[in-house]
């Protein structure tokens, strides 16, 4: 069978076991570890996609209930999948799609406006209902930030936008430019909890439509306004500008007019704060079970595609921090919210959307687990003395976040 | 004049003047700030070497006294020039220079042990009384931290320190690895104030015998080692390995290397840090005086080449903290230094020697000042659990380094 032959080759460290149709369990790896996890096959151990696109042939596979996980749980089981693939840069049989993927990329990632909105409107138009059903209450659907264990998803997203505002260095009265602004929690803290007047931009309609009715409820309005926007069609000068977990849809082909926005956008003192997924190793295709199913156009930099073009742009790199776990920590807790809310997920849509949500939620919490995926917080400005020598002031905040009160309709406060 | 010719087309922003040798002085630039310093010039304005080399051609008539300062200062006068040609990516009638030596890069950076050894004979083995001259009491020559202004360059090394043993999480009993140890200042702290068993390699005969002094000198020999030993023959392995200031003399040619050394002799739960200068800009050419006269095989890397090397390690990125004007500062208090001692110095070698050490200085003043070049310290693991989740430990440090009292002769202490 294809999918034992597979196996048989990729995995040497940990355990990992499978059920095939006629009853026999085979176990892969370390022989002397017990296996983790134990996928049931019901078909499909031999879909030839195994010999040259592995990913899409698990994906559809699971997606189609031809595979189960039976014991253990399916992070347990990817993460060895995906260990072993890292350790030794195992590229399977399927490097010839990955390098033809490779040479594809710049038409895949050619996201022109229309084909971004199309992209967009593919994931973040899904309905809104959905997201309530495994993210925190502001609907932040990006990486959370754990200072400590335990503590609830929505400290953590609370942490996360603390954080953002410090490297930011926001003061009362500043103009934000929020690129990417999702469903507006992010602007609305900025300009509620900071005294920002943030301007966020979005290509989803639904997120646009929510992010405008919570400004409203909120008497945050006029500080907080929303658009249909493409970074590329932006007007005006900030004097901060952020953008979080946007970078990944913008595809390598417009990184130059990605950081070009920033620093054109950008007042002379200005701060900004890119907030996106990477990958620990050199440049790669997307996952294809990722790029077909979930993120079309989306792509996970490494740090070396980042900097090259930050470096052309002439912006000045103030700092880059590298959240290795958090995000494994964030799906972990997305995940056991779909899974608690599973049936009314399928309500919504269907078993095999769900199986393919689930896949994606495991998929990638097992990516960072692993350590394959991390995230970069790049912070940046036009001017090496726009930030503080050291970074002291991000971890001794001087004084507590103004209060919204100090709003001001004129003037803007310079450092 | 051909000097006149460049400065015309090069100087935009700020302001300059040259005084010629027929008495003439000439204004380049903003005609409406003052120019902040004054060139004499007395022969060399028409050096040909103004249109093909004129980092070369400006460094030896500064060296031969053709060119001198009479009224404001080197570091300011080169600040207006560097800034000119970062913003605007002016590469002068230097581009086939330029071209040319990008092209011969993989040939001048080609170190290999026996030619490591003698780049690093030409600049460490100078007399150490002339490093006494401006550097620190612990010889620390390489960029202090300077967490608040004023204070002296002995406490700025001394948080330089600091700062890369909270990196380092250093525990009392962890075997170190100091790559590029220098006269061992660093090495003799992580032993002393921290209980580590530190292992010191460098190529300089002068850097060595002084460091084992020092060990001796301070009881520390036991837990502070040195040997004359290249990186790429390093043997054993290190729960820290630390490097300062040495990525600098690798050359592209051997990053991929040196990360291996790194990665090779780290231990599975290691932790590393390397510090080095860097270029804010893409990847471009040493300054051919820095390459001829001070520097030979140095090379100033971009984030963006590190990182390519990084990732095919297959090191984990942890961190990366960009010193944007901490260089800086230490460069200005090193020839503050140098200047008041520049009569000893001139006994110890010559007028020549002096002007060109003076213009090192002032050079790599200005190109930190304006931003051109930092310096990254990239803290690097082989797991992504090696380093806490968050940076809070470096600002809220639990406890105070151990006394070296704690030394263990057996067993280490593992997280």
Redo the contacts between chains.
């Keep these: 069978m294809l999918l034992d032959a597979l196996l048989k080759r990729l995995i040497q460290d940990g355990g990992i076991a499978v059920r095939y149709p006629d009853g026999t369990t085979r176990r892969y790896g370390d022989p002397t570890v017990a296996p983790v996890a134990t996928l049931a096959v019901k078909a499909g151990a031999n879909d030839p996609r195994i010999l040259y696109d592995p990913s899409i042939a698990f994906a559809e596979a699971y997606m189609d209930g031809k595979f189960t996980m039976v014991e253990g749980d399916l992070v347990a089981f990817l993460s060895v999948v995906l260990e072993n693939i890292e350790?030794r840069g195992f590229s399977g049989t399927a490097g010839l799609t990955n390098t033809l993927r490779r040479w594809l990329r710049p038409i895949e990632q050619f996201n022109r406006i229309t084909r971004a909105r199309a992209n967009v409107a593919h994931h973040y138009d899904l309905s809104g209902a959905l997201y309530d059903l495994f993210l925190d209450d502001d609907r932040q659907y990006s990486c959370a930030?754990?200072?400590k264990p335990g503590i609830s998803l929505e400290a953590a997203q609370a942490a996360k936008k603390q954080i953002i505002a410090g490297k930011l260095l926001l003061r009362p009265g500043h103009r934000v430019l929020d690129i990417g602004c999702g469903w507006g929690g992010l602007a609305l803290d900025l300009a509620g909890l900071y005294g920002a007047d943030v301007t966020g931009i979005t290509l989803s309609t639904e997120q646009l439509t929510l992010a405008r009715q919570r400004a409203e409820a909120a008497g945050l309005a006029e500080h907080a306004r929303f658009a249909l926007t493409d970074y590329r069609e932006v007007q005006g000068r900030f004097d901060r500008i952020v953008s979080v977990g946007m970078f990944e849809h913008v595809g390598v082909t417009f990184y130059d007019a990605y950081f070009a926005t920033i620093r054109d956008h950008l007042a002379d003192d200005g701060v900004a704060l890119v907030h996106t997924i990477g990958r620990?190793?050199?440049?790669g295709p997307t996952n294809s079970f990722i790029a077909k199913y979930i993120f079309p156009g989306g792509y996970t930099p490494?740090?070396?595609?980042v900097?090259?073009a930050v470096?052309?742009s002439?912006l000045?790199?103030?700092?880059?921090?590298?959240?290795?776990?958090?995000y494994a920590e964030t799906l972990k807790e997305w995940r056991r919210r779909f899974l608690a809310n599973w049936d009314k997920a399928e309500a919504l849509y269907d078993l095999r959307f769900c199986r393919m949500w689930d896949l994606y939620l495991a998929s990638c919490e097992a990516s960072f687990?692993?350590?394959g995926q991390?995230v970069f917080q790049l912070q940046l400005s036009r001017?090496?003395?726009a930030?503080p020598?050291?970074?002291?002031y991000?971890?001794?905040p001087r004084a507590e976040p103004a209060a919204p009160a100090e709003h001001r309709t004129s003037g803007r406060r310079r450092a």
């Design positions: 350790r930030y754990w200072p620990s190793g050199p440049p490494s740090l070396s595609e900097m090259d470096e052309r002439g000045v790199l103030c700092d880059v921090e590298v959240w290795r776990l958090h687990r692993t350590g991390v001017r090496s003395d930030v020598m050291t970074r002291d991000l971890y001794h």
